[in-house]
Every structure is written in structure tokens, then in C-alpha cells.
């Protein structure tokens, strides 16, 4: 199994552009979430979804959008982007079939992103 | 608002000392409470967890120390070595919810 893949591993964009990072996890888990890691400021939750079609805002959701159309993938989209975004992303999963078993969730490597 | 509140920022031990992250909560709700560690250019993994029902949980050299009365909670390393080199991240969740991740401790173990 590979786990948590993300896709790229790193992106410089121009302020205003725009782009996708994509998430895909092989562990047939329900749930999934994207975080940013900031010096000084952990790991923030952007968006995370419950399951397949279902996507909810965590701490941070504004200026990014999300789809989990498929229940392996979840894709986290800057419209426009900010120097503002720039930062680590950070893809997780869990498994929730009972909803006890959601607690540990298994990273991806993770995306650097530079706005300029 | 932090939900949890980590500290110290940073640590430099020597090799065979016993670091040891604080961490602290405010949602009585809280019953998940694991700590990641984090290697530079890695994303981070789950190294050890505690529910409230217990005071202390070990594994390997890793202990968790909780108290839920004061609602704090503590990552030992004991007999560190410089591989334990990383960023540690303690957490709190409510089961089936999100987690609220701490500011993280960049820890150093001088050879």
C-alpha cells in the first residue's frame, strides 16, 4: 500500500493563479482533511470530508475550495492565489466505519507551495 | 482562540536525557489525545495516543503522562537519542471529530 500520495510535492505560483493539489489515499478510509503547517502555528484544518460528495469547512477554509467526488481522492484548489498561501499542505485520512475508529489519522509527505 | 496550547517551542537535550512536551486544553468535550512526530521534509505520524480514562500510557520510551483535572497532558522521552531528532505535535479531538493540533516542539538530541 502506498498510503497518502500527494501530488505535486512542489509549486511556485504567481499571486492570482491558480491550481490543484490532489490527494489520494489506497486505505479505503471515510474520512479525509487537508491541513497547512506554518512555523509557529502547527497544523491548521483547511476543508475535510466525511465521505464520498461530502466536504466540510475546518479552521482555515477561506480562499480554497475542495471535491471529494471519488472516496479515494480529495483535491484542495486555491482559485486565486495569495502570498498569504504559502505554506506546507498537508493531506490525512482515517477510517470511520464505527466512528470510533476515525482517531489516527496517516499523513501524506506533503505539498510546498510558494506564492510569489 | 487555540484550543491547545503547547510548550516549549523548542528543546535541546543531551543523549540519554528525558525531554518532556507540555501540552494544554480547554474543551472538557476532549477524549482523544495523541502526539505526532515529525521529520524534516516527512509528514507527520502517529506515535503514541491516550484517552482520558487513563493517567499514563507507555510505549517503548515514550510516555504519556495525562491529567485530566488540570486538563494537561505530557510527552516523556526517555533515554533519547539523536534519531528522536524531530517536531513533536500533541493533538485533542472528540471521537468522530476534527483535531486541534498544538504549535509544535522542535526537539534537538545532542549526541
Known amino acids: 500500500n502506498a498510503g497518502v500520495t500527494q501530488t505535486p510535492k512542489f509549486r511556485v505560483l504567481k499571486t492570482g493563479q491558480s491550481m490543484t493539489l490532489l490527494c489520494a489515499q489506497d486505505?479505503?478510509?471515510?474520512?479525509m482533511y487537508w491541513y497547512r503547517q506554518d512555523p509557529g502555528m502547527g497544523l491548521r484544518l483547511i476543508h475535510y470530508?466525511?465521505?464520498?460528495?461530502?466536504?466540510a469547512k475546518g479552521e482555515v477554509p477561506d480562499g480554497y475550495n475542495v471535491s471529494r467526488l471519488k472516496k479515494q481522492n480529495f483535491l484542495l484548489g486555491l482559485e486565486s492565489a495569495a502570498p498569504s498561501q504559502t505554506s506546507v499542505y498537508f493531506c490525512a485520512s482515517s477510517y470511520s466505519f464505527d466512528r470510533v475508529s476515525t482517531d489516527t489519522q496517516y499523513f501524506g509527505p506533503g505539498t510546498r507551495l510558494t506564492v510569489l | 482562540q487555540q484550543q491547545v496550547k503547547q510548550s516549549p517551542q523548542s528543546l535541546i537535550v543531551q543523549k540519554g536525557g528525558i525531554p518532556i512536551i507540555n501540552c494544554a486544553y480547554e474543551?472538557?468535550?476532549?477524549?482523544?489525545f495523541p502526539w505526532y512526530q515529525q521529520f524534516p521534509g516527512k509528514g507527520p505520524a502517529l506515535l503514541i495516543a491516550?484517552?482520558?480514562?487513563?493517567s499514563e500510557k507507555k510505549e517503548g520510551r515514550f510516555t504519556i503522562s495525562f491529567n485530566k483535572s488540570a486538563k494537561q497532558f505530557s510527552l516523556h522521552i526517555m533515554d533519547s537519542q539523536p534519531g528522536d531528532s524531530a517536531t513533536y505535535f500533541c493533538a485533542a479531538s472528540k471521537t468522530g471529530n476534527q483535531f486541534y493540533f498544538g504549535t509544535g516542539t522542535s526537539l534537538t538530541v545532542i549526541p
Open positions: 474543551n472538557t468535550a476532549f477524549d482523544y
Open positions: 491516550i484517552r482520558p480514562d487513563v
Open positions: 486505505m479505503n478510509h471515510e474520512y
Open positions: 470530508s466525511v465521505g464520498e460528495g461530502t466536504t
